[in-house]
């Protein structure tokens, strides 16, 4: 009997067991549900509020897109003013812009696009401010975005930026293509170039041929198009130029083997007027010979003629000068303005001197006595920009080399990083390319985000 009523004890203290188990299952059951409905009811609440907030970033990025977009048109609608000289005939040039008022006008013009479409705290910056001509616009909107979340409003940060540029579109002047050779070909080893550089690369080559090097033409002449084809194919600038930036462009320049052959070239090339353009291509060879301006693009006849801003008392020596050294006259113009204003008493804070600019040892080494004397400085401008020209084969190129030295060009085949150089090469192919003479330089500049 004991056994069997323990055994029943058991049974029921199990039964009982059991059951509060099952009613402590379903009361946990039941917890975790509830639990579940407030995690869902605040993922609600919370989703809710970033759809709010993500609303809040889609308006204010809208914003900063406008906002950058009215910037750069002010800057397109002023561009062509800064390029117009500041004085004429000894009066201030009422068309004439100065840097900082185009800036100002393109910030208060994305100021107001932005506010105009609700955003308010609004900042605006020029990537490339120190530039003489910038081009790029970068707009900031730092509203932030009020959302409601489990009933109570809460600030989330919300950042919008876009920038914007000019940029040369199809019809700018300052699109590529400019100086592509035009005229007759000649075959080299299958490979085409100026018929004046094959002459000169056939006595080059023969003299090799007696030292027993034997010169391979690996390049020539190539077209913008032939260019643009190898660039999409290798869009890297450190290794294919891109269209219209390449000299190869020009039917001066050649793409010189074997290896072994380039110390041979090193010592030899100068004596056929052949320069290496570049440090860090001991392959790319130039001919110098006949080059001026008229072959990368910059005066019809390798001379041009004088823009309207030239005082008439400088029009004969810069005219001379040209014809001397085979220059374009519009581009000593240009840089006379540039360098000092066409004043013959100028003086730079790095003690450079005279109406080009020239420092002390530069003079000496050309030959100018007096770099005050307006007449002998510009000639010796022709004939430094001549040797430049051949060096580089490129107008920027010898107009950077001018500013900044040959070997700061040479060593990178660019205009160098500095915003004084930079800023020097853009006002002058600027000029060159007659935006002093209302040529319309931003009639062929578009605008569109690139952020």
């Not at 605006?124 to 489990?150: H, L, M, N």
């Not at 299958?190 to 391979?216: C, Q």
């Not at 003479?437 to 952020?451: F, I, N, Q, S, W």
Request: charged fraction near 15%; glycine fraction near 12%.
């Amino acid at each position: 009997m004991a056994d069997a009523a323990v055994r029943r004890t058991r049974a029921r203290s199990g039964s009982a067991l059991v059951g509060a188990c099952a009613h402590g299952e379903r009361g946990q059951a039941l917890l975790l549900l509830v639990a579940m409905m407030c995690a869902a009811l605040v993922a609600a609440l919370v989703l809710g509020g970033v759809a709010r907030g993500l609303g809040a970033k889609g308006r204010d990025q809208q914003a900063a897109d406008l906002a950058a977009l009215g910037g750069a048109r002010a800057m397109r609608a002023g561009y062509d003013r800064l390029f117009v000289p500041a004085v004429v005939a000894g009066r201030p040039n009422p068309q004439h812009l100065e840097r900082a008022a185009y800036l100002a006008a393109a910030r208060a013009r994305a100021l107001a696009t932005a506010r105009l479409n609700g955003a308010e705290r609004v900042a605006v910056a020029f990537p490339d401010g120190s530039a003489f001509a910038p081009t790029r616009i970068r707009v900031t909107v730092r509203d932030p975005a009020v959302v409601e979340v489990a009933g109570q409003r809460r600030s989330a940060p919300v950042t919008a930026v876009a920038e914007a540029q000019l940029a040369p579109g199809a019809t700018s002047p300052f699109a590529g293509g400019a100086g592509e050779y035009r005229g007759p070909l000649a075959l080299r080893q299958g490979k085409p170039m100026r018929p004046d550089v094959a002459l000169a690369f056939d006595r080059m080559a023969a003299a090799a041929a007696r030292d027993g090097v034997a010169l391979l033409v690996v390049s020539g002449f190539r077209s913008n198009a032939e260019q643009a084809r190898l660039f999409a194919a290798h869009p890297d600038p450190r290794w294919v130029a891109p269209p219209g930036k390449s000299l190869h462009r020009l039917g001066t320049e050649l793409d010189l083997g074997p290896a072994s052959a380039y110390g041979w070239l090193a010592a030899h090339a100068p004596a056929f007027h052949f320069v290496r353009r570049m440090d860090y291509e001991p392959w790319h060879y130039g001919f110098t010979l006949n080059a001026g301006s008229t072959s990368v693009g910059f005066g019809a006849d390798g001379r041009g003629g004088l823009p309207s801003f030239v005082p008439a008392r400088f029009a004969a020596p810069i005219a001379s000068a040209a014809q001397r050294w085979n220059v374009s006259a519009a581009l000593l113009a240009a840089q006379l303005y540039a360098e000092s204003g066409f004043n013959p008493a100028a003086m730079s804070p790095a003690g450079a001197q005279g109406i080009a600019q020239f420092m002390p040892g530069t003079a000496r080494s050309l030959g100018l006595d007096d770099p005050f004397d307006a007449v002998q400085a510009i000639d010796a401008q022709g004939h430094l920009m001549r040797d430049l020209l051949r060096q580089f084969g490129s107008v920027p190129l010898a107009l950077a080399a001018y500013n900044a030295g040959a070997g700061a060009v040479g060593a990178c085949g660019c205009v160098p990083p500095y915003p004084e150089t930079q800023a020097y090469v853009t006002r002058i192919v600027g000029l060159l390319r007659g935006a002093g003479d209302g040529a319309g330089l931003a009639t062929g500049l578009d605008v569109h985000l690139v952020r």
